[in-house]
């Protein structure tokens, strides 16, 4: 079975900096995808980028991009200019392409952003 | 955007009752929806895939007498928790995926907050 792990339970940055959130997943699939979502206190599961494992270039989203590395199987988040509203749990998921109904998240990283 | 409506956000009842929680997709159909549980500062954990109008699939150790799922509809998945318990109070979460766009990214509900005295 395919495993996510996220080895960080605690990241901190100060705002307007940046700070990466690492994630390592185990699989022996050639195609599959990759995201990372946010949730805030309030608990809501909210996408921030997604990476298709058939495309070498890192996917990106403002200030939200990824450091895709297959043969690692390494999948970090890096966030720029950290925004206070960026504080939250972050989760690395994955999800098969031959079983579309596996999608595994890793535990997560609660990132603190510092004023 | 997808939007996955989910009900209720929060219910407080009594140990031995029964809760109904919806999971509704609102502007696209979802063939396949997933329930997932979540305790607190820990991940989300797939409880069970539904699939609509058939048997829904859990995951190991997840008991289908207790948590009934039925999908009769491609908008509207529901979890029934039977004879809840305190340990059964958790943060519940579902999602949904735009038919036939496999591809996609997985919509989340709100999750809904079950406590149970």
């Known amino acids: 079975a395919q495993t996510v792990t996220q080895s960080q339970p605690e990241m901190s940055v100060q705002e307007a900096e940046t700070v990466t959130l690492s994630c390592t997943y185990d699989t022996s699939e050639s195609d599959y995808y990759l995201f990372w979502y946010k949730q805030p206190p309030s608990r809501q599961m909210i996408l921030v980028i997604r990476q298709e494992a058939y495309k070498q270039q890192n996917a990106t989203e403002n200030r939200f991009s990824v450091n895709f590395q297959k043969a690692a199987k390494s999948f970090s988040l890096k966030i720029s200019d950290s925004q206070l509203g960026d504080a939250a749990m972050y989760f690395c998921?994955?999800?098969?392409?031959?079983?579309?109904?596996?999608?595994?998240f890793g535990a997560g990283t609660r990132l603190t952003v510092k004023p | 955007g997808a939007v996955v409506s989910q009900h209720p956000s929060w219910v407080i009842c009594k140990s031995g009752t029964s809760v109904k929680i919806e999971c509704r997709s609102l502007d696209f159909q979802a063939t396949t929806m997933f329930w997932y549980r979540q305790f607190p500062k820990q991940s989300l954990m797939l409880m069970a895939t539904?699939?609509?109008?058939?048997?829904?699939?859990?995951e190991q150790g997840v008991e289908k007498d207790k948590f009934l799922i039925n999908h009769a509809s491609l908008t509207l998945s529901t979890l029934t928790v039977t004879s809840a318990h305190p340990e059964d109070s958790s943060f519940y979460i579902c999602s949904a995926r735009d038919y036939p766009y496999t591809n996609q990214p997985q919509h989340f509900g709100d999750g809904t907050r079950l406590s149970i005295l």
């Open positions: 539904s699939n609509e109008g058939s048997k829904a699939t859990y």
């Open positions: 998921a994955y999800r098969s392409d031959s079983n579309n109904n596996d999608m595994r």
